[in-house]
């Protein structure tokens, strides 16, 4: 199992641009995820999925959209990139169904410096 | 609303020191609990959890109690090494939905 892995490792954009930050995961989860950590602030979370189909907003959705189109792949966009949205953003998937199985899974992030 | 408090760091220890990192957090419901390390230019990894109250989460050498009447779960461990240096996050899992502190730098010198 390759685990949860993020493409790219670094990114630099410049205001206005955007992109794709790319995760997917080899473990058949369901539920999957997208934080941002910034210096002093822990991890806080944008968008999550609990399955293909199915988004909902996290504690920071604005600026980002995600889709979940199969249960593998969850993409997070910049619509229109901010130097605000300079960050490291982490991806994550876990198993749901079982309380006590519940464990998150993080990819290795994703560096990004918005100019 | 839901949020979680840990103390601030950076926390310097002399090797074989004692470390308790406390954390408390604020949640509607029966939240899970979880204690996730962050070493340098990587990812969180799992360090323990509890899922109901009193549970002990315990893994190499580090112990969390689940305790509902004070909303805690602070962290210890009995004796640190220099390999134990990282970052700390307490976080809880409630209603769908992850919530971290804001991580504790633990320095840990021989």
């Known amino acids: 199992n390759a685990g949860v892995t993020q493409t790219p490792k670094f990114q630099v954009l410049k205001t206005g641009q955007s992109m794709t930050l790319q995760c997917a995961q080899d473990m058949n989860h369901e539920y999957m995820s997208w934080y941002r950590q910034d210096p002093g602030m822990g991890l806080r979370l944008i968008h999550y999925?609990?399955?293909?189909?199915?988004?909902d907003q996290g504690e920071v959705p604005n600026g980002y959209n995600v889709s979940r189109s199969t249960t593998e792949d969850f993409p997070l966009r910049l619509l229109s990139a901010a130097p605000s949205q300079t960050s490291v953003y982490f991806c994550a998937s876990s198993y749901v169904r079982d309380r006590t199985r519940f464990e998150q899974f993080f990819g290795p992030g994703t560096r990004l410096t918005v100019l | 609303g839901d949020s979680v408090t840990q103390m601030e760091g950076p926390v310097t220890l002399s090797e074989e020191a004692f470390l308790t990192i406390n954390c408390t957090y604020t949640a509607t419901g029966y939240p899970s609990l979880f204690w996730y390390v962050q070493y340098p230019g990587e990812g969180l990894q799992l360090l323990l959890k509890?899922?109901?109250?009193?549970d002990k989460g315990s893994n190499k050498g580090f112990e969390a109690t689940y305790r509902k009447e004070t909303t805690s779960f602070h962290l210890e461990k009995g004796s640190v090494q220099v390999s134990d240096s990282a970052v700390y996050f307490c976080?809880?899992?409630?209603?769908?939905?992850?919530?971290f502190g804001s991580g504790t730098k633990l320095n840990v010198k021989p």
């Open positions: 999925s609990v399955g293909a189909g199915i988004t």
């Open positions: 976080a809880f899992y409630n209603f769908n939905k992850f919530y």
């Open positions: 509890a899922t109901k109250a009193d």
